[in-house]
């Protein structure tokens, strides 16, 4: 229980610090992406300044023209304006191209002023991204035309690449670190609710074992008393009240007991190699009474191969029995109980399956729990305390194996205990 709960806390932690930690890692991509992108359009604004400022008016042609004689393309590295630059383009103010350097642009310019990324399908250029500007050059007679200048994207590109790879192994180590930290803090978080549960634990065992001598002294001498007064009916209706609440308090405070005692694993020295066809066998008639008092049909189906497991045979019987005890309490009259012996690889499953009146949807999840009842009325006309099946869990759980319930209203239930073949570790 206490280890389930560690390990949901350490989920839990490792799940929040984690999506915190993969936003982070998202926050910190797109703030760099973002940055990159900026410094390169800056640049890029720039050097298409610098080449704006050299547009004049060329009165042999009568145009706009921009000097681009100087302006060697990438590769060349030779001028640092044009330095990482694809292509530069002139187009006057009707959008027509003058004159460019680089990859063969289109004779009319067909983008709107402002940045785009682009692939162009100019096979030339391999196919790359491409961060273009262009940019109205404006004199002062209105625009004098448009420069377009390009530069690749690889660079940023491969820088971004980087950084993701380094955060691709940077969020699972830390991720790795978070659920560490997560394990050990929720061990020190789980410390004192441990210690407090065992020393409810402690006190329930001890309560109900003070709680015993005095309740079978109650009980004898309520019996001794019914026996003395056997011929005065004054007294005898509140002696045979009296010894009933005492049994039902005996069994009650022996279940807490129980409880108390079998929290956990079990000590190596209470587990014995039980043939179950056999156990089982052995417990069957002391229902049969019962069973037939309430014209109930009780059957016991074993295979015919032995299926043995390392149990304590005192709390396996204790199972079976509120098992079977429930089985014949909640089936009515005309109904069937059967009790299954089933043999699966690696286990051993137990079925108790009745015909009774099932129990509703909502309830299921609760049954096991401790004094839980699904209807105060129908638990109390059986004399129920609602510890029966808690008991069984505990113990199927002590011997590392589950308790599983099927149940359909009106229809009947299956309670099934699958025990591991081997010995518990
Ligand atoms: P109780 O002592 O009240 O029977 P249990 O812990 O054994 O307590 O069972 C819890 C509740 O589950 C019971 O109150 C009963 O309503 C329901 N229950 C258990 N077994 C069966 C069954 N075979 N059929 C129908 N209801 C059942």
Known sequence: MFNQSRRNLARWFTLSMGSILVLFAGVIYQIEAKDKREALDRLLLDKTRIMAASVHYDVRQNQTAVDLTNVPLLGSGSHPLAEDLIYVRWYNAQGRLVRFFGAAPANQLNTSPGYQTIQPADPLLQHRWLRQITLPVEGRTGTLGYLQVATPLTETHNQLQELQIALTLAVPIALGLIGLAGWLLSGIAMQPIRQSYQQLQRFTADASHELRSPLSAILTNAQVGLMLASDDSRFQPSLENIVDSA????????????????????????????????????????????????????????????????????????????????????????????????????????????????????????????????????????????LGLAIAQQIVQAHSGHLHVKSVIGQGSTFQVELPLKLPS
């Open 247 to 386: 049994k039902s308090m005996g069994s009650l405070v022996n279940n807490l007991l129980l409880l108390a005692r079998h929290q956990g694993k079990l000590a190596p020295e209470s587990f014995k190699l039980l043939t179950l066809n056999q156990f089982l066998a052995e417990i069957v008639p002391q229902f049969r009474v019962l069973a037939e008092a309430q014209d109930i049909q009780l059957e016991y189906e074993q295979p015919e191969q032995a299926i043995k497991v390392w149990a304590d045979p005192d709390l396996l019987r204790q199972v079976i029995e509120n098992l079977l005890s429930n089985a014949c309490k909640y089936t009515s009259t005309g109904g069937s109980v059967r009790l299954r012996l089933v043999p699966h690889p690696g286990w051993a499953v137990i079925q108790v399956i009745d015909t009774g009146i099932g129990i509703p949807e909502v309830d299921l999840p609760y049954i096991f729990d401790r004094f839980y009842r699904v209807d105060t009325a129908r638990s109390l006309d059986s004399g129920g305390s609602g």
